[in-house]
């Protein structure tokens, strides 16, 4: 293969010709071509190689490009905003590089991208399309939302061309990415976790300020808690917590996670607590206060960064407060010195824990007294009640509701009423058969197992004598033997009298006035002794 070189030095470039099976022809340019100073060159070259001469000729024009650079200062920019600004809001500046020297001031920006129309077809950012300067239109930038917008800005310009007249149009892209800068402006978020332990979806549950699945006390309680405390949102949630009584102390009753949609306070969260109950008759009547604040009831510990548990500090017992409220304030500004319930620069959230404890059936029917001392005439009607026992028992419902029943089972003179404890006589009762009784009567609870829980009392029944029985001689004919001669006053017999009513110290008197025969008067009748049973 044989190359055919051809250079003239008034030419900026030169041909090329290789003699091989298809005989190339190249123009290889050596100087730069400038269409502004020659448009068109028209060549005639002759080529000779051994006998072979040839020549060629060319026209060869000169395509105008656009040597009128239009660029931006910069490929990308990156400005950074903070949410919550006004619409009209400048956000910053592009612009070209010596625009007014090659395209005479002609020019103007355009913005394009998916970032710049939001829901509801709301417009976000506009463009001064002569100066370049960039605006919040009709929107407002929420970081919790979207924290970084993408666009393209397009810098449009145009020049004419001096040979031919017409206008060229030239353009220049580069990206923009506007952040959105966090601001303290949402409230941070209790979130509310059951153990994994402990999870039970009929454990705990939301509620609102009257639950059907309350009764009328619960529900009660709980708006007059709301109408008493001050609270920061009226429509702070509740959280309402079943737990059995007696909770044993340190028990977790929750988990509490701490969230803040603003970025720049997940580091400095805290939470704080207070309990309620219900206050007694007393304080109510002393202090005029539904609800008294208790102290060490109920703590937070740290698990991690804005995770806490939720411990009861001593054992919880349904019989001395059956319901809580814990007051859960979460606060977005780590300042322990800011009270609950007041204003601030910083947010606050709460959350309500409404704890109630379940009965369990752990206390014994108590008497309200330990011995019972009864005195009754005898002779009273069958039916006839002798007292009232009442035993009492702190637990709830079935566990609280008490019974009474005798020992002795197939009692024969006494009987007592199971749900009332009303002590009656079955029967007719005669102290000159029986003075006195005894009777253990036992108080059980409703509670399973059946009078698991009781208590037992002593009735001790004394039955108090009436004169119901008439006195009567031993005998019905009394002989008597006498000598003649007897003096005056000697003893000639003994008459016996019997009573059987009991009397204290009563004389037994006889009375012969009522025998009709004129030799009494020769005899006296003497009391020999006082009888007594």
């Not at 919550?84 to 956000?91: A, D, E, Q, S, V």
């Not at 814990?326 to 780590?334: E, M, P, R, S, T």
């Not at 003994?494 to 009573?499: A, F, G, S, Y």
Request: proline share 2%; charged share 25%.
């Amino acid at each position: 293969m044989n190359t055919i070189y051809s250079h003239h030095h008034n030419l900026p470039f030169e041909i090329l010709l290789i003699l091989n099976k298809n005989c190339t022809l190249y123009l290889h340019v050596i100087h730069l071509l400038d269409r502004k100073h020659t448009s068109m060159y028209t060549v005639q070259q002759e080529l000779n190689y051994e006998n072979i001469s040839l020549i060629i000729h060319l026209s060869i024009n000169i395509v105008d490009v656009n040597d009128h650079i239009l660029q931006l200062e910069n490929k990308h920019y990156h400005f950074i905003v903070q949410e919550n600004i006004l619409p009209g809001t400048f956000i910053g500046r592009v612009q070209v590089y010596n625009a007014q020297v090659f395209f005479d001031g002609y020019i103007f920006y355009i913005l394009y991208g998916n970032d710049l129309i939001q829901l509801d077809n709301q417009i976000v950012f506009r463009i001064d399309q002569n100066t370049g300067d960039i605006f919040l239109f009709d929107y407002e930038l929420d970081y919790e939302i979207k924290r970084e917008y993408k666009i393209m800005v397009e810098a449009k310009g145009y020049y004419e061309d001096i040979a031919t007249g017409m206008r060229t149009y030239v353009s220049s892209f580069a990206d923009i990415m506007i952040t959105v800068e966090d601001v303290n402006d949402e409230k941070p978020q209790i979130i509310f976790i059951m153990p994994d332990e402990n999870k039970n979806e009929n454990n705990a549950k939301t509620m609102s300020i009257s639950d059907p699945q309350l009764n009328e006390e619960q529900n009660r309680f709980i708006n007059l808690f709301r109408s008493s405390i001050n609270l920061i949102e009226n429509d702070a949630e509740m959280i309402c917590l079943t737990k059995e009584e007696s909770l044993p102390a340190n028990t977790l009753l929750a988990l509490l996670h701490l969230y803040d949609n603003d970025q720049i306070s997940n580091g400095s969260l805290s939470l704080n607590l207070q309990t309620y109950v219900q206050c007694s008759r007393e304080e109510i009547f002393l202090n005029n206060i539904p609800f008294c604040h208790l102290s060490n009831f109920f703590h937070l510990t740290i698990f991690r960064a804005n995770v806490y548990g939720l411990f009861n500090s001593r054992i919880l017992d349904r019989e001395e407060h059956e319901n809580y409220i814990i007051h859960l304030v979460a606060n977005d500004n780590d300042n322990q010195s800011i009270e609950m319930n007041t204003a601030s620069s910083s947010f606050q959230s709460e959350l309500f824990i409404y704890l109630i404890l379940l009965d369990i059936n752990d206390n014994v029917p108590i008497f309200d007294r330990t011995y019972f001392y009864i005195k009754i005439d005898e002779n009273l009607p069958r039916k006839t009640i002798i007292t009232h026992l009442n035993a009492y028992d702190n637990d709830k419902g079935r566990n609280g509701t008490v019974h009474y029943e005798l020992m002795v089972k197939k009692q024969q003179f006494f009987s007592i009423d199971n749900y009332s404890g009303v002590l009656r006589t079955k029967r007719k009762l005669d102290r000159e058969q029986c003075q006195w009784y005894r009777i253990g009567i036992r108080a059980y609870d409703l509670g399973y197992p059946i009078r698991r829980y009781s208590s037992i009392v002593i009735v001790d029944v004394e039955i108090n004598n009436i004169n119901d029985h008439v006195p009567y001689f031993t005998q019905d004919i009394y002989y008597f033997n006498i000598e003649e001669n007897t003096s005056i006053g000697k003893i000639v017999g003994r008459l016996t009298i019997e009573d059987k009513d009991e009397q204290e110290s009563i004389e037994q008197m006889i009375d012969l006035s009522t025998i009709d025969d004129r030799d009494i008067a020769t005899f006296n009748s003497n009391i020999s002794n006082k009888i007594s049973r």
